[in-house]
């Protein structure tokens, strides 16, 4: 008898991941497809569709060997309806019948969350959060997303929009403008972008000398990882834009811990790859804004998958709610 399959798809706004993934999580293939967003995203479905069929074909599976999709799109959700409510990245009108749609096409069983949930999901089963029941997965990459899982389940909220770590409210006067019509929030100073925009503000104000300050001057141009290499050299400029950067963002997850004292809050994206040059004068940040308990017993950890995460968490879904 043929293993079973989960498919597990994570859509992105440029890229969608996809792989089979069998019951213990393990990878049986894995591949990627453009996400084409035209047109209000209509083919987005179609071609995850065809992209599972024609993967079944090469590997000389069969549809019946797969126990169904699932699928983490970026903007809240409503599992039980499986709609997303709105995605501004990929195209789809507000209300989009996500999972109604990809089960007509595919002729397999959908299970529909937001992509964040689904990497916490992914980082909790096979990940950095292995064996905990309580955990929060921070993304830190052009945006600054989350998950919260606390005994082992996601946390929606009432309309799909728990998690919304980005938009929590650091700066409440004199904030810069996030995407979101807010001041001040955490996507504004702890994303990539948010990073530069820092290094831009203080730039002017910044007196001394600096490779980072020299590297702007001769090539126009700085990116987070930049600014993470020069301080992992001891940059000044560098070092105190990484710490402007621990020092909301510890706030924030000081905040969420205090409210939720998970056994620990992972930390992914782009972002997270700094290590610990970030890691470490979070830690000092957090420590100092948590209550004494919970900073002793919530950790702080890198994200152990990188991109795999999304997939993983997607098959979860199959495994545990489909």
Same mark, same amino acid.
Request: glycine share 14%.
């Given at each position: ?104 096409? $595919?002729? #397999? !069983?959908?299970?529909?969350? @937001?992509?964040? *949930? %689904?990497? &916490? ?6 990940? =950095? +959060? ?79 000398? $600096?490779? #980072? !300050?020299?590297?702007?001057? @001769?090539?126009? *141009? %700085?990116? &987070? ?6 301080? =992992? +050299? ?89």
């Amino acid at each position: 008898m043929a293993e079973k399959w989960m498919v597990g798809v994570d859509l992105g706004g440029t890229t969608t991941k996809l792989a089979f993934v069998n019951s213990e999580g393990e990878f049986r293939h894995k591949w990627e497809i453009p996400t084409d967003t035209s047109e209000q995203g209509k083919e987005i479905l179609p071609n995850i569709a065809n992209s599972i069929a024609a993967q079944l074909t090469a590997l000389k599976r069969d549809q019946k060997d797969i126990e169904g999709i699932g699928i983490g799109v970026p903007g809240p959700v409503d599992m039980e309806t499986g709609i997303i409510y709105e995605s501004v990245n990929i195209g789809w009108p507000q209300n989009y019948p996500v999972t109604a749609t990809l089960q007509q096409l $595919s002729g #397999l !069983k959908v299970v529909i969350d @937001n992509d964040a *949930n %689904v990497a &916490a999901l992914g980082e909790m089963w096979k990940g =950095a +959060g292995e064996g905990a029941k309580d955990l929060v997965l921070v993304t830190l990459g052009t945006g600054v997303g989350g998950g919260v899982i606390t005994g082992g389940n996601i946390i929606h909220g009432a309309k799909g929009a728990a998690g919304e770590i980005g938009h929590i409210t650091v700066i409440p006067e004199g904030g810069e403008q996030c995407n979101c019509g807010k001041t001040g929030c955490l996507e504004t100073v702890a994303s990539a972008t948010g990073i530069v925009r820092t290094v831009k503000r203080r730039l002017p104000l910044f007196a001394g000398s $600096s490779l #980072l !300050k020299d590297h702007y001057t @001769n090539s126009g *141009n %700085v990116t &987070a990882k930049d600014v993470f290499d020069f301080a =992992a +050299g001891g940059d000044r400029l560098a070092l105190e834009v990484v710490e402007e950067t621990a020092k909301y963002l510890g706030l924030a997850l000081a905040n969420i811990a205090n409210t939720l004292n998970p056994e620990k809050i992972v930390l992914g994206g782009g972002v997270a790859k700094a290590g610990d040059t970030l890691l470490k004068p979070l830690q000092a940040s957090f420590s100092q804004y948590a209550f004494n308990t919970v900073a002793k017993s919530t950790v702080l950890e890198l994200a152990a998958l990188g991109n795999d995460a999304g997939v993983i968490g997607a098959a979860w879904l199959v495994k545990n709610i489909g």
